[in-house]
């Protein structure tokens, strides 16, 4: 008989998900920011990342979370107390990123990243220009050794393009 073994899947979005920010709560001491998935899959989380544009602090889910269609995830910051956290609920998961505070209190960007780092979605408080007009461009998380950064989609492309466009050196024939 054959033993059987699990594994954690990593994935961008699955057709049929749909995950995107639906809010984020940001009143001085307390936050947190709600996750939805109104598709019609599961999607599962394993090495997504959540990041706030301005302070460019990032929270990996944890590697076993599966986002029912329907459910969400409540991930807390700051200093919300433990028994805050109600996951009583069979639609929703309550997490905790950090007793620090992690949302800007004049304004914020949070970034939904998918496994290979594309950007999801987006949610700016209190309003859409919050950093500008260079925030709105699609980013792309990088890991690295120390952890992760945020980059520009359209500077990414840019230097790909200009690495294959490239002369060839002297030493080459």
Known sequence: ???RTSSIVQTGQLEGAKIS???VHNDGLHEDLTI???GT???PMSRWVLASLRGQVFYQFPDDLL???GMSVVIYSGQWEPETAHNN???RVDLLWTTDQVWNNHGDTAILFDANGLEIDR???PHERVLGSSSNRRKVLIRTDNGFDIDSEVLLRAQKVTRKHSPPSADQP
Request: hydrophobic share 35%; no cysteine.
């Open 21 to 23: 920010i639906q809010m």
């Open 123 to 125: 949610y700016s408080y």
């Open 36 to 38: 939805i998935n109104r």
């Open 89 to 91: 609920q069979t639609n």
């Open 67 to 69: 986002l029912r269609s």
């Open 1 to 3: 008989m054959s033993k």
């Open 41 to 43: 899959i599961v999607q």
